[in-house]
């Protein structure tokens, strides 16, 4: 049985992004449907696999970042409106028994991610 498991790295200082406040949304046939909010610890990681076990699903899910509210807590001034407030990934699951990380690299002003091992 494979997980879903995600971190972030602040590019902008070089630094693992703790404190990102993660939301993690199911796409259903009735719309999005919020599975679990959680944020990265001091390493960039979230403590635990955002889906596993029998809630790790074939399924499509959107990984909204908030990454303007890590950045203000951190004393960077933002313009307002921020020019990217979230970053939202959506993502596919095509196989349950593999394994998916999602690593989000971040600035204030660009965001770039992939499907890591």
């Known amino acids: 049985m494979g997980q879903l498991t995600t971190h972030v ?10 404190g990102v406040r993660i939301d993690l949304h199911e ?3 009735e719309g999005l449907r919020l599975l679990t909010t959680t944020a990265t610890g001091a390493n960039g990681r979230v403590a635990a696999a955002l889906l596993s076990g029998a809630g790790f699903k074939i399924g499509s899910y959107l990984l909204t970042f908030h990454t303007a ?5 951190r004393g960077v001034r933002l313009p307002e409106p921020a020019f990217l407030e979230h970053a939202s990934v ?3 699951i095509a196989a349950a028994d593999q394994d998916y990380h999602v690593p ?14």
């Open 9 to 18: 790295l602040d590019i902008s200082a070089g630094l693992p992004a703790g």
């Open 27 to 29: 796409h259903t046939p």
């Open 69 to 73: 509210e890590y950045f203000r807590a």
């Open 90 to 92: 959506r993502i596919g």
């Open 104 to 117: 989000l690299l971040i600035a204030p002003w660009s965001y770039s991610v992939y499907r890591g091992g």
